[in-house]
């Protein structure tokens, strides 16, 4: 009589969480080792951008910096203090006549070609956009010209415009601010029409079908809906006229209607550059700043109810519209 058979035990299977930490150690230590794996992390790629954010980055920390010097070295530091912003009676930014009408000039001119581009942009993007037929894509096109062509060719072009052409209206505060809603109002119709294309047409169908005119549909649907590109072209024409050199320099006519941009250019390459002058700059700096901040807020309040991210907001503000 044969004794009966033990059956073999089976081996107790490997739990699922060390076969996955296994597999993520393995596809770690290929990721790490292996250079033709396109997965891997890219050191080189990761160092060549922080290079390029400490070479861009560093030289205007620098002059921000030595616009708090109490001297008027550009090599050593001597402290801190707001000498060159208030309390020098003669050469700081609150009292050089020259100075503070570069700032108020600069404001100026961002303020009215805003008021003037956007509501022009956004007339000519609703009106491109309803139009068909052949002449409403010249006219696109002629639109998008303005981002091909070179801003001192246009900048020429305007002072010979207001120089022998329409001899009325002289150089200075009115031909600057003619000449940067010429140049910026492209900005407000590509940046509203992408809206519009992206929204289509069932709103404003919708808004008719329940008995509303083409008045009440543009105030109550499609201005609403247009809010966020209108918010973000203000914002990037507001802060394009800012650092805009090329144009209001070849326009303005005196010291008067000089805005901070040309009056750094001309007085540093005059040799006369100083604590003042890094001052200025960073007025300037902190203006683009606020206005980046109150867009990227704005756009993100405007679009609260829709899908995005706050990168979206972040490339819209920077000048594409999605």
Excluded: C
Aim: without cysteine; charged residues 10%; aromatic residues 12%.
């Amino acid at each position: 009589m044969t004794a009966p058979s033990i059956p073999a035990e089976t081996p107790a299977p490997e739990p699922a969480v060390s076969i996955a930490a296994a597999a993520q150690g393995t596809a770690r230590r290929m990721r790490r080792w292996n250079p033709r794996n396109p997965w891997r992390h890219s050191w080189f790629l990761e160092g060549f951008t922080w290079l390029y954010l400490v070479w861009s980055l560093v030289p205007i920390a620098i002059a921000v910096l030595f616009s708090f010097n109490q001297g008027r070295s550009q090599a050593a530091y001597q402290g801190l203090t707001w000498h060159w912003y208030f309390w020098d009676k003669t050469n700081s930014v609150w009292h050089n006549a020259q100075l503070h009408a570069a700032v108020i000039q600069t404001v100026r001119l961002s303020v009215l070609t805003t008021l003037i581009a956007v509501p022009l942009g956004v007339a000519f993007a609703i009106g491109i956009n309803r139009w068909r037929g052949p002449v409403p894509s010249t006219f696109n096109f002629l639109m998008i010209m303005s981002f091909v062509i070179p801003e001192l060719i246009f900048g020429v072009a305007m002072f010979f415009v207001f120089t022998v052409l329409f001899t009325t209206v002289h150089l200075g505060t009115v031909a600057e601010v003619l000449g940067l809603v010429t140049w910026n109002v492209s900005w407000a119709a590509i940046i509203v029409q992408a809206r519009l294309v992206t929204l289509g047409r069932q709103y404003e169908e919708a808004a008719s079908d329940l008995g509303a005119n083409r008045f009440q549909t543009m105030r109550r649907v499609t201005l609403p809906l247009l809010a966020p590109a209108i918010f973000a072209s203000a914002v990037l024409v507001f802060s394009g006229v800012i650092d805009d050199f090329v144009i209001v320099d070849l326009l303005s006519s005196n010291a008067g209607n000089t805005p901070m941009s040309v009056i750094i250019y001309s007085t540093q390459r005059g040799g006369n550059g100083g604590p003042a002058l890094n001052a200025i700059g960073t007025i300037m700096l902190v203006m683009s700043f606020v206005i980046a901040i109150i867009g990227y807020i704005g756009y993100r309040f405007l679009t609260r109810g829709e899908r995005g991210s706050r990168l979206d907001a972040l490339t819209t503000i920077a000048g594409g519209e999605g």
